[in-house]
């Protein structure tokens, strides 16, 4: 029990030194079909209650080998996109000032777009890995232009991306049409579809990262819509015939030696959750992220 | 089985002649707490599955003593809270130029405001009788004037309200401060609190209504959370100590005789629902409206 | 913990003699709406863990006063009506032969019919005090004549009841036309409506019923959806607007003078409860039953 | 949103020439274990919002390639198996008259076989790819001959099938004996379980199906409990080991060059389901098999 | 959003003086049917955000005329029940040497007994008003003396209790044997039967509890199992025919003249609950506790 | 229908000779996060009705081969630990006299070191084939030495093993600390990861295991969280990344030649399960262990 930290860590405030900081965006303003990710937050760190200090399967305790904190929560105005934008820019540009490395729990994707503005204010174009059912480089939306469908393009448009080293895992689903491919493969993404998984299975899909991201900075960026829905049914826009929870936290183990600044993991929607099943999957994702992060000897 | 239209009523281009409209806003963008209302037209509908042509308990058939047909969703941008407004209110006087009445499925309580507006273009100020465990007499909430929690003081403001006729029925539980109450009064609304209802039963507010509205040309405005979450778990702000669905839906056969002009039921968000429950709930208090406003010989 | 029978009661052939037959019929191909009922048996057993022996509401210990047992189920064919009516109705007269008086768990409301023929084989016409939100006084429906929604109709058309001393109690909701209460009321029954209930109250409700049924054989039978769907959301055509689980057993606590020869409770479909809640609602109207039919000094 | 078709297509009154005819079915009285497939069709449909107009996986765009419409219910009679399978013949016959190519939903398997013998009116015998935990070829139920165990026995007795071309896939489970796996192959079915699956991968599979159905004309019957219950909780009948959503989808994938004539994808039981998983990989296999039926250049 | 604090209060750390605690006992060794309860404390907790700072049923801003404070958890060994009950009693004994008054979300009623033992070391015997369906007065299970059915006999033994001023409310259920409630009685509890309250209605309820407790020092323990499972589906004994959320709201908010020294809310269970109901209930019920617990002018 | 024992299978006292005695253990008073599998035993049984006679997989009919019964459940008290443990040993050993292979459905894991107890009073050392994602190993928690966390410590410590043929499968999820594999493998365990299944398939795990067991006696204990929560919810302590449920019954159907003399399958909570996807999961994993204690010809 105690303190709902994630994975009851401690609190910013009680620590002096950071290594990470664990944060959440309550915010899913902008999402197109099935909102409820602005209780992502709340509901994966309880959901992180069973995680324990050491890891065997990157074998490592990456709590103790860096200072991680839980630093509570980004409030962003759920009525105006770009004031909400700003306001998530703000906060993670002022924990960026405290902490090395920030992880995110979403909230909606849109929330990657101000995050990426972050991470480039600190370390220039950053190379995004990205798991997602979607393309996520859609235009518009409504006429909005930054929805959760849309942050990568916007990114691209503002020069925060490393466009060679960016790529797309878990791509499936049906697309409005074949310039949705064109239009994204322009922007630089890679795409590891659903299926190509099942080719080369994980450790091919490590080397189609490693090779993509080599020695650039990398950003991270989960949608938790990347799994199938049998083991992420709390999210807003799923779409059958995704990676298995196991596939996904054995490419994210490979991770150990990448340049990671950051990540985040999005679009966790508890309404549509049961049994803690999505939110335990995003917090073992979260859990072998910050692993893949601690420095080793 | 069929198409899914409230209660297998015809769709608006089937018929020449209409009475009264049943139009749903797949609207939830302006919600504090928890969002999911955007479901809530096709949940509605999908539970209206088992209403029946006679209303016994009103002793009319609803159906056969006026032309109500199902008019379809009005879309609203998700993104852009005005814009949103703008589309309702142009979607609703659409519809009251081929409608006589528009009974609305939200949604959120915002739709409310667009659909005043609406309202008023016909009929001028109107009585508002407003059932709901909350005021939404608020002024903003993160700086947005239009949101669930405000509209009927913007409508009041705009001189949409005929004040002196307008109540709330059902509102319990915590407010901000002692002056919520004070300036909700200012603006001319009185209050029928749930506690109340124990004292004076179900004819006791059906008097107190009356006696409110008289003549006036009446808006009926239905949040179902003034319904306990017992009988409507499915609702963004659900407050314990609510009404049972058999005394709101007893209040409102009481409503024969009142000048109804138009009504809506919001905040229904079926991912909280569970069998249906507030589905049914919300499909027979649209009914019970439906057959209020029947003509009698 | 222990075997899964109604109230850890003994199964038939653990005992010689027995007065009371409790027996399930799990069946559910006369639905016209949502099926599951057929599930009714074992859910409403799983959900009578928690009764004990004691009943202070009716001051009476009755499973000591009487020798009750439950009785297994009574297989009926799920596709053909016919069979399974009189499959039902050799059952329930097989029982009768061992018991004095048998209380069945449906199923669905169709066995009402072939559990009357039973009991009329005993005991020639008997009252019925019929707990619904529905009349289930329809004629046929796709033709068929043995369905959820006809078994009373049947029941009188065959001698069955005793009309004079026939009510309906908890009806609500819309119907197909006005003439449903006409002839409803031409086939001998009395309604005591939902909103009725408001007014005079539970000990109303048991005069109402005392003065209808007098001397007569009394045969109850309880269609769970007489509950509001807040108290029994596991069923298969809920109407809002209903009685409380409160309203309802108190009235049954006023039976034990009556002379009561048998019972159902019906139309609880497990897939759509939760936590039990329709379940625990069920086994307590059928502890109220047998309580009522125990012997006093 | 909009209206509740299936992928937001057309009605079929709403168009002048169709190629491809999707309809429901809602009826599930043939069921022996769970029912409620009866809401199949309105849950696939409700699950369907989410699909958009150019399939990457297939790279074709299918609604633009053929016309596809939306047909509607066929209504049949829930109380009598006979009755409603003629139903079933008679509504399918009319849409081929209309349509080129029909893809049902369900309703229960047993509405495979009706639907074989309107696709042998004008095909003549038809291979059948049946997707499966189950043979389905049992001979009888309760002594009834159309239920949902037996369609393809019945179907191969009226010579609806070309033997030569059959085969399941996805068999798993137990059975009642040895002989239900001998009378199944006397039948002509050949059998690729669930544990093969592991062995040969799913291409693998499609050169099973395509070695055996050659060039003859293919009907594709998928009961939705082909998935595991992971994938596929919304069903009649579970059993635990079975495909995942990526597996069936990417056979499916490998359809394009087949010879479709027809299918149906049946099961769907929404009481069951939870956060649409099963509605969405049923939405999805339609989606697969219409873009297979899409003439390429 | 923020921390899960109760209603967002501040964490005990962080203020100086203290009037009330809030603390939560995740403890649940000692159920007897349902476990669960030991995350009533953070679903509550999570199922409080709602709550604003004034109470207009009360008329009174129970958070600014008093300090509350959120206190966190006291730990208790869930394996050994006698050193549970020691942990819960040091920990109820520390708080209250820095709160004049402890509020305590359960865990099960178990921790009802160390409480006491900590408000009489305080208090002297103290008068307890028991809301619940069961009398918890039982002697032993399996051999067990500190049961959750079992704190008020054992407070009683041990001189905890001032008898002349206890009572309990809600009661309902089947007993194991009418000598339960002669044994009630001579611990020296009155009881108000959940079926009187249909006759005296919740101002009658109010006044027994008056008459009864005067101007003792008083406990207030509410098992949430005094509500009816259709307003607390969320628990692990549910009985049929409690009291509504309404009723028991009222009742509580006569209690502001009484001499409340501390109280428990227990017994929620999530895994049972759905929509928050109950947890929305339980705080509820906690807020108009500490508004009560306010002083007026 | 009929009597929920599992798989329809007889009761005990109905047969004369016992091959395997399948009983319940519904015992959960030694979990450490979600308690509730003491309802596993009645949720598994009710699971199990869809099992039938013949395993294909196998080529077995597992209860014609063998007479297999449900010897009911064993009580064990809720409240003390080592009496708990006394009562389920005594249950065993009794059961044990009868039939010749016991298989028990938990409760939580505790049940193991008595259970073991048992068999080795019987069998001596056992090498123990340990299907999980924990190790349970640890020594002790909040100072209890017979939790769920720590049955094959205790065990062999006690000698109740041979160590040298006993092995983990399934092993994932974070870790006290690196200590914790360090003194697994002191005690004898060897351990294949879930990971490591990836890399091998299921016919490498089978290899693994008989290469591991060899002739000895081999107990299995099959913990359901072995399965990745999207196959099993309904549990008490679930880690993301494990076994799907068709991988698990493809390696237990490969044990049809080792030495069974005994299994256990436990910690399913059905709170957390929907649809019974964890207890059709379960009573899959028992009816592949019977048909592996089959004897061929």
Redesign the interface.
């Known amino acids: ?4 930290t994630f994975a009851r860590l401690p609190q910013i405030d009680e620590v002096s030194d950071v290594d990470v900081a664990v944060t ?1 965006v ?1 915010y ?3 999402v ?5 990710a ?2 992502g ?2 509901h994966v760190r ?1 959901s992180s ?9 990157q ?1 490592v ?1 990456p709590f103790s080998r860096q200072q991680v904190v839980d630093a ?2 980004i ?1 962003a ?5 770009d ?1 909400a934008a700003a306001q998530v820019e703000t906060g993670a540009r002022d924990l960026l000032e405290r902490a090395g490395r920030l992880v995110t729990i979403g909230g909606d994707h849109a929330i990657a777009l101000p995050l990426l503005r972050a991470m480039h204010a600190q370390h220039g174009p950053v190379a995004v890995v990205h798991f997602d059912a979607h393309l996520d480089t859609w235009d518009t ?4 232009r930054n ?1 959760h469908g849309t942050p990568f393009r916007r990114a691209q448009e503002e020069g925060l991306l490393d466009a060679e080293g960016c790529l797309h895992v878990g791509i ?7 310039q ?2 064109i239009q994204d493969a322009a922007l630089g993404f890679q795409v590891v ?3 190509e998984l ?1 080719d080369i ?2 450790k091919g899909v490590i080397e189609r990262i490693r090779a993509r991201v080599e020695e650039r900075p990398v950003y991270v960026s989960v949608d938790i819509d990347v799994l ?4 992420a ?2 999210t807003g ?6 990676m ?3 596939e996904l ?2 490419v994210l ?1 490979g991770f150990a030696d990448l340049a990671l600044v950051g990540a985040d993991v999005v679009e966790v929607s508890p ?7 999505t939110g ?2 995003a ?3 979260i ?1 072998e992220l910050i692993s893949a992060m601690a420095p080793r000897d």
């Open positions: 029990m105690g303190p709902a959440g309550p899913d303003s902008a197109t079909y099935r909102p409820g602005r209780f937050p709340s309880e209650r069973l995680l324990r200090p050491y890891n065997p399967a074998d305790s509570g929560d409030v105005n759920p009525f105006f996109l004031e939306y409504f006429g909005a929805t499936r689903g049906p697309l409005y049409s074949g949705d491919l579809t659903s299926d099942d299975g994980t199938d829905p049998a083991f049914p709390g826009t799923p779409e059958a015939g995704g298995t929870s196991r936290l054995r183990r309404a549509y959750d049961h049994a803690q099943v335990i999957a917090s073992h994702v859990y």
